[in-house]
């Protein structure tokens, strides 16, 4: 989860605040689906320490011993201070350098189709989606990644899902059991 390059509503690039929300929802959705980590890219370091103080109640304070479930997905959050960071997390546990794919709401030419996507997942490559914040990833940051992610269609002529909805849907297309199934 990108919080800075983001955009804000007039598409200036801003650093968005962590959201206790976020940070419960995506953890909780990364570890029922089996992601590896759940990186939190945050460049402040006011917003990196709530962050931080909300984990550390979930895996080593009261919430740890009350709800060992939350602990479990809490224990997957890893709190950046950017991107390069968290690439360098990644390599260093997989041992190979992640595949940077965006997402975005917006239709792009090219993009990574999800049937495509799941091939990638299935051959075991290491990947890192980038899920933007606010109104998105900067078209600068969008500009570096290997792949653009299609966006999820609803079909309707309102597209803005909240982060955490967005990773859920993702992460069920990606990884859901559905399409291993025989009708």
Same mark, same amino acid.
């Given at each position: 989860?990108?919080?800075?390059? %983001?955009?804000?509503?007039?598409?200036?690039?801003?650093?968005?605040?962590?959201?206790?929300? +976020?940070?419960?929802?995506?953890?909780?959705?990364?570890?029922?689906?089996?992601?590896?980590?759940?990186?939190?890219?945050?460049?402040?370091?006011?917003?990196?320490?709530?962050?931080?103080?909300?984990?550390?109640?979930?895996?080593?304070?009261?919430?740890?011993?009350?709800?060992?479930?939350?602990?479990?997905?809490?224990?997957?959050?890893?709190?950046?201070?950017?991107?390069?960071?968290?690439?360098?997390?990644?390599?260093?546990?997989?041992?190979?350098?992640?595949?940077?794919?965006?997402?975005?709401?917006?239709?792009?030419?090219?993009?990574?189709?999800?049937?495509?996507?799941?091939k990638m997942v299935n051959s075991e490559k290491t990947m890192l989606l980038l899920f933007g914040t606010a109104w998105g990833l900067s078209k600068e940051l969008i500009n570096?990644? +290997?792949? %653009?992610?299609?966006?999820?269609?609803s079909h309707r002529e309102y597209n803005h899902l909240s982060v955490r909805s967005a990773v859920s849907i993702i992460l069920d297309r990606l990884l859901g059991n559905f399409?291993?199934?025989?009708?």
């Open positions: 989860m990108i919080h800075y390059p %983001v955009l804000g509503k007039t598409g200036e690039i801003i650093a968005s605040a962590i959201t206790n929300l +976020d940070l419960h929802d995506i953890a909780r959705a990364t570890t029922t689906y089996d992601v590896q980590s759940y990186q939190v890219i945050i460049p402040l370091d006011d917003q990196r320490r709530i962050a931080q103080d909300i984990c550390a109640h979930w895996t080593d304070g009261h919430g740890s011993r009350s709800n060992p479930d939350r602990k479990k997905s809490f224990e997957r959050v890893h709190i950046t201070p950017d991107l390069e960071s968290a690439i360098h997390s990644i390599t260093d546990t997989s041992g190979n350098s992640p595949q940077l794919i965006a997402t975005t709401a917006q239709k792009i030419d090219s993009c990574l189709t999800f049937d495509n996507c799941r570096q990644c +290997d792949h %653009v992610l299609e966006p999820i269609e399409h291993n199934k025989k009708t």
